[in-house]
C-alpha cells in the first residue's frame, strides 16, 4: 500500500553560517597532541625499565641465595610417619643452635599442653565406647565418678578445639595433632603466648584467658584446675583394665604425657628440654628448617634441614629433593611389633626397609652419604622386656636370642646388605642406634655427626 503523507514535515536541519573550513573540529584535532605523544611513550618506556630492573633484581636476588643455599651443609631427613623425624631435628637444634631453641619455648608449651589433652580425649572416647556397648554379660561398668570426671573435663576439649582453628583450620583430624607445612602455625602460636596475661584475679577472672574471638586458647589455668581429675581418671583400675582389654599401649604413642600430669597441670608449667623433644605435632607437607651453627668452630655455618614427610601418601612427592643432596637421616625404628598407622597390613620393619632400598638404588643419591639411625631405642628395650618375642613377627629371626644386642645386630647386617648390594656407588654404611627423647646421648651422638657431615661438604668443597 502507498504511503500516504499525514501533513507531518521533517524538521529542518540547520547548517551553521561558517564554513566546514572554519569549524573547530578539524580532522587533524581527533589526533592526539605530538608532545602528548612523546611524553606518555617516554613515560611507558621508564614504567617498562622499572620493571625490568626490579625483575633483574630478584632474579640476582634468588641466585645469590641459592648459591649461599649451595655453600651451606643440606640434610635431608627420610622415614616414615611416627619415624621420631621431628625429635632429632630438635635435638638439633638444642645441641648446635640453643638460642633459637628456646626461643620457640613458649611454643612447645602450649603443644604439650594439646599433647596432654588428646591423651585424655582418647580415654573419654574409650570409656564412652565402653558405656555404650556394654551389656549384661559385659564386665561391670565404670563408676558414676568417672561419668563426673568426663563431664568436668570437657571444657578441655573446648579449648583443643578452639587452638586448631587457630593454628589449622583446614584441617580435620581427630587424634592427631596436625598443621600443614607453611601454615605459620609457630608464629601464631607465638603471637598467642607474647600476649600479656592478666597481673590481678579479678582481671584473670574477667578476661578468663580469651584473646581469639572471644574464646579461650589457653589450657594452663583449666589443666590447673581439672589436675586431680585427670590423675584419678588415668591411675584408675577400672579404666587401666579396660585399655588392656583392648589393646590400648597410651604409653607407646607419640605425644605422651599422662605419666607426668602433676607436673605439667601446673599453673606454672614450663617446659624441659625433654618435654620439647617429647612433643608431638604432625606436620602434612614438605618443610623446611633452617638454623645457624651458633657455638664451636663451626659457628656461623647454615644449616638446612628438609623434612619431606613421611606418610604414604606424600612419597611419591620425595623425588624433586633429591637434587643436590649431600646428606640424608634415614630414620628406621625397629618396631617389629608394629603396623603402619595409615595401613594396617603393613609392619613397620619392613616399611622401613622397602624404603631403605628405593633409596639406595635411586641414581639421584648415588653421592649422598646416608647415615641410618635405629631410633627409639628406648621402645626396643622396653618392648623386649616385656617378653615380645621377635621371631613372632618376623619369622626368619629364628630362635636367635631375644636381647636387643643380637636383635639390632640383626636388622643391621639387613640393612648393610641391601645398601652394599644396590648403591649405585661404593659409600660407606654409617649406622647409630639412637633414642631421641634422650638429649643427653643424642647431643653426644650428633656431635660426632656434625664432624661427619662436615667433612664430607669439605671434601666436596661445598664449605670452602
Known amino acids: 500500500m502507498p504511503h500516504k503523507d499525514r501533513g507531518i514535515k521533517p524538521a529542518p536541519i540547520e547548517i551553521p553560517n561558517h564554513t566546514l573550513s572554519e569549524t573547530r573540529f578539524s580532522p587533524t584535532s581527533f589526533l592526539p597532541d605530538v608532545n602528548e605523544m612523546a611524553f606518555e611513550d617516554e613515560s611507558g618506556m621508564e614504567e617498562s625499565q622499572r620493571i625490568s630492573r626490579e625483575i633483574d633484581e630478584r632474579i640476582l636476588e634468588s641466585k645469590r641465595a641459592l648459591d649461599k643455599k649451595k655453600k651451606s651443609v643440606q640434610i635431608l631427613l627420610l622415614g616414615q610417619s611416627e619415624s621420631g623425624k621431628s625429635s632429632v631435628l630438635k635435638n638439633f637444634l638444642l645441641t648446635f643452635a640453643p638460642k633459637q631453641f628456646h626461643r620457640e619455648r613458649a611454643i612447645w608449651k602450649t603443644v604439650i599442653q594439646l599433647n596432654l589433652i588428646g591423651s585424655i580425649k582418647k580415654l573419654?572416647?574409650?570409656?564412652?565406647?565402653?558405656?555404650?556397648t556394654v551389656d549384661v554379660d559385659s564386665p561391670p561398668q565404670p563408676n558414676n565418678n568417672l561419668r563426673r570426671i568426663r563431664l568436668g573435663l570437657t571444657p578441655l576439649l573446648f579449648i583443643e578445639t578452639n587452638i586448631m582453628k587457630l593454628i589449622s583450620p583446614d584441617t580435620r583430624f581427630s587424634h592427631d595433632l596436625c598443621v600443614r607445612s607453611g601454615g605459620d602455625w609457630k608464629a601464631t602460636l607465638m603471637a598467642h603466648a607474647s600476649i600479656p596475661q592478666p597481673s590481678s584475679p579479678v582481671d584473670r577472672k574477667r578476661t578468663s584467658h580469651r584473646d581469639h574471638g572471644n574464646k579461650p586458647i589457653d589450657p594452663t589455668s583449666v589443666l590447673a584446675a581439672s589436675k586431680d581429675d585427670i590423675i584419678v581418671l588415668w591411675k584408675d583400675q577400672s579404666v587401666r583394665n579396660l585399655l588392656s582389654r583392648r589393646g590400648v599401649r597410651m604409653e607407646e604413642m607419640s605425644g605422651f604425657f599422662l605419666n607426668d600430669i602433676d607436673r605439667i597441670a601446673s599453673a606454672h608449667y614450663e617446659p624441659t628440654n625433654a618435654d620439647i623433644v617429647?612433643?608431638?605435632?604432625?606436620?602434612?607437607?614438605?618443610?623446611?628448617?633452617?638454623?645457624?651453627?651458633?657455638?664451636?668452630i663451626d659457628k656461623g655455618i647454615e644449616v638446612y634441614i628438609t623434612d619431606v614427610g613421611g606418610s604414604q601418601t606424600q612419597r611419591a612427592r620425595w623425588i624433586p629433593y633429591f637434587e643436590d643432596v649431600q646428606t640424608i637421616l634415614f630414620l628406621a625404628p625397629l618396631a617389629f611389633n608394629q603396623m603402619l598407622e595409615e595401613d594396617q597390613n603393613v609392619n613397620r620393619v619392613e616399611d622401613s626397609l622397602m624404603?631403605?632400598?628405593e633409596i639406595c638404588r635411586t641414581k639421584l643419591l648415588a653421592k649422598a652419604v646416608i647415615l641410618l639411625f635405629f631410633n627409639k631405642r628406648d621402645v626396643l628395650q622396653a618392648t623386649l622386656a616385656a617378653g615380645v618375642q621377635v621371631k613372632r613377627y618376623v619369622p626368619s629371626y629364628g630362635d636367635l636370642?631375644?636381647?636387643?644386642?643380637?636383635?639390632?645386630?640383626?636388622?643391621?647386617?639387613?640393612?648393610?646388605g641391601y645398601h652394599r648390594k644396590l648403591s649405585p656407588l661404593t659409600r660407606p654404611f654409617l649406622c647409630h642406634e639412637t633414642s631421641a627423647i634422650d638429649t643427653e646421648s643424642m647431643e653426644s651422638l650428633l656431635m660426632g655427626v656434625r664432624e661427619t657431615i662436615l667433612r664430607i661438604n669439605l671434601?666436596?668443597?661445598i664449605l670452602l
Open 124 to 132: 573419654l572416647e574409650i570409656l564412652q565406647e565402653e558405656w555404650e
Open 401 to 416: 636370642p631375644n636381647e636387643i644386642t643380637h636383635v639390632t645386630k640383626y636388622f643391621s647386617d639387613k640393612f648393610k
Open 355 to 357: 624404603l631403605w632400598k
Open 278 to 296: 617429647r612433643a608431638r605435632i604432625r606436620t602434612l607437607g614438605v618443610e623446611e628448617h633452617h638454623f645457624v651453627i651458633e657455638k664451636g
Open 459 to 461: 671434601q666436596e668443597g
